[in-house]
T-cell receptor, first 112, second 113 residues
C-alpha cells in the first residue's frame, strides 16, 4: 500500500530564505507526482506536476525534483516571502489506478 | 473563471439528516473525485468517477453515495449524517490525458452535530 510522508510537518523561516520541503513515498511505481498549496480555509491550488519520466519542473521561484527510484521528491522555494505562508501538499498518482495518494502536508510560515 | 465549483461552502447538519453536496466542472474533464480532509489524516478519497455513467469506491466510501449526473456534475450524498462525517469535502476533476494533473474545488465545510 502506497504511503506518502512529508517532513517536516511545520516550518517557520524568516523572509528571504531558500527552503526545501520533502516528500517521500513507499512504492516507486507512480505515474506522476503533484505539489499543491493550500491556504487556511481554502481549496488546493496546483503548483507543479512531475511525470514519472521527468526529473524536475520549475515555475517561477518554485522547483520540484523527483527521484523515483529512491521514492523522494523535494519542493525548493527560492527567496521565500510572507505570501508563501501556506500548507504544501504532495500527492502521487499510482500507475495502475485513477487515485491520488496525499501526504499530510508541511505547514510553512514565512515571517517578515 | 473555468474550474471546479462546489456548493454549499458551509453546512451544519443534525445527526440523521441527509444532504447532497454538489460539484460541477466546466473544463470538459472526464474524471471527477470526492475527497474528505481531516486534521492529521490528509485527504482521503471517498468515491470517484472515471467517466460519465461510472462510479467507483475509494478509500472511505461508507456512509456516502454518489451520482455522476452528466459529464459536468458529480454529487455526493449523505443519507444519514453522523458526527464522524464532520470534515471538509473537496471535489476534484482531471482531464483523461497522461500529462494532466488534478484541479480542486474550494471545498465544503460540513459539521454534523
Amino acid at each position: 500500500k502506497q504511503e506518502v510522508t512529508q517532513i517536516p510537518a511545520a516550518l517557520s523561516v524568516p523572509e528571504g530564505e531558500n527552503l526545501v520541503l520533502n516528500c517521500s513515498f513507499t512504492d516507486s511505481a507512480i505515474y506522476n507526482l503533484q505539489w499543491f498549496r493550500q491556504d487556511p480555509g481554502k481549496g488546493l491550488t496546483s503548483l507543479l506536476l512531475i511525470q514519472s519520466s521527468q526529473r524536475e519542473q520549475t515555475s517561477g521561484r518554485l522547483n520540484a525534483s523527483l527521484d523515483k527510484s529512491s521514492g523522494r521528491s523535494t519542493l525548493y522555494i527560492a527567496a521565500s516571502q510572507p505570501g508563501d505562508s501556506a500548507t504544501y501538499l504532495c500527492a502521487v498518482k499510482q500507475g495502475n489506478t485513477d487515485k491520488l495518494i496525499f501526504g499530510t502536508g508541511t505547514r510553512l510560515q514565512v515571517f517578515p | 473563471n473555468a474550474g471546479v465549483t462546489q456548493t454549499p461552502k458551509f453546512q451544519v447538519l443534525k445527526t440523521g439528516q441527509s444532504m447532497t453536496l454538489q460539484c460541477a466542472q466546466d473544463m470538459n474533464h472526464n474524471s471527477m473525485y470526492w475527497y474528505r480532509q481531516d486534521p492529521g489524516m490528509g485527504l482521503r478519497l471517498i468515491y470517484y468517477s472515471a467517466s460519465e455513467g461510472t462510479t467507483d469506491k475509494g478509500e472511505v466510501p461508507n456512509g456516502y453515495n454518489v451520482s455522476r449526473l452528466n459529464k459536468r456534475e458529480f454529487s455526493l450524498r449523505l443519507e444519514s449524517a453522523a458526527p464522524s462525517q464532520t470534515s471538509v469535502y473537496f471535489c476534484a476533476s482531471r482531464k483523461d490525458r497522461a500529462n494532466y494533473g488534478y484541479t480542486f474545488g474550494s471545498g465544503t465545510r460540513l459539521t454534523v452535530v
